[in-house]
T-cell receptor
Framework: GQQLNQSPQSMFIQEGEDVSMNCTSS?????WLWYKQDPGEGPVLLIA?????ELTSNGRLTAQFGITRKDSFLNISASIPSDVGIYFC??????????????FGKGTLLTVNP | DTGVSQNPRHKITKRGQNVTFRCDPI?????LYWYRQTLGQGPEFLTY????????KSRLLSDRFSAERPKGSFSTLEIQRTEQGDSAMYLC???????????????FGDGTRLSIL
């Protein structure tokens, strides 16, 4: 089955620093998404990418859909304490109106030191 | 609040008991998904509904699990004869599902955390 390799597993940074995390896959996805999850809550959508090569920003967040459709990265600039949480990448395939399930990475735990 | 709503938020039960969770998706979202998340892992797909039709079930969904979406709105996930390994966070997500809208991202509820004693 499809698997996503997300790295790094965890990051400990100082407030104000930039951070980058990425996901790679053994197979192609049509859509890449990035979610953030806080303890005891569900994942919250940050960015959705629909085209290979697409670069999309959402405030201090920037994400790219790799040309090969097998990878994506997420950058956070000028980190702040509320950026703390677990970041998940997710890939989605879809064809013929069938299942649109998400395949998730294992997450990157981000800790920001004030 | 117009997001995905899940109830209960927490459920503690003894092994062997049956449990049922409810999910109310975002209004007018045709697609509804159930995922399971264990500690240190990303969510894993369980099953998917397009309106009231259950279109796919993961191999993770054993015979003890059943999901319904009778009127194409809210959904329930039932686990019969619970086992220790069923302890997890059960997440529901929904998305619009029309050709005109194309592929829209899934939005998640805050989940139901199940603990089996």
């Amino acid at each position: 089955g499809q698997q996503l390799n997300q790295s790094p597993q965890s990051m400990f940074i100082q407030e104000g620093e930039d951070v980058s995390m990425n996901c790679t896959s053994s197979s192609i996805f049509n859509t890449w998404l990035w979610y953030k999850q806080d303890p005891g809550e569900g994942p919250v959508l940050l960015i959705a990418l629909y085209k290979a090569g697409e670069l999309t920003s959402n405030g201090r967040l920037t994400a790219q859909f790799g040309i090969t459709r097998k990878d994506s990265f997420l950058n956070i600039s000028a980190s702040i304490p509320s950026d703390v949480g677990i970041y998940f990448c997710a890939g989605q395939t879809h064809s013929g109106g069938s299942n649109y399930k998400l395949t998730f990475g294992k997450g990157t735990l981000l800790t920001v030191n004030p | 609040d117009t997001g995905v709503s899940q109830n209960p938020r927490h459920k503690i039960t003894k092994r062997g008991q049956n449990v049922t969770f409810r999910c109310d998706p975002i209004s007018e979202h045709n697609r509804l998904y159930w995922y399971r998340q264990t500690l240190g892992q990303g969510p894993e797909f369980l099953t998917y509904f397009q309106n009231e039709a259950q279109l796919e079930k993961s191999r993770l969904l054993s015979d003890r699990f059943s999901a319904e979406r009778p009127k194409g709105s809210f959904s329930t996930l039932e686990i019969q004869r619970t086992e220790q390994g069923d302890s997890a966070m059960y997440l529901c997500a929904s998305s619009p599902g029309t050709v005109a809208l194309g592929n829209q991202p899934q939005h998640f509820g805050d989940g139901t955390r199940l603990s089996i004693l």
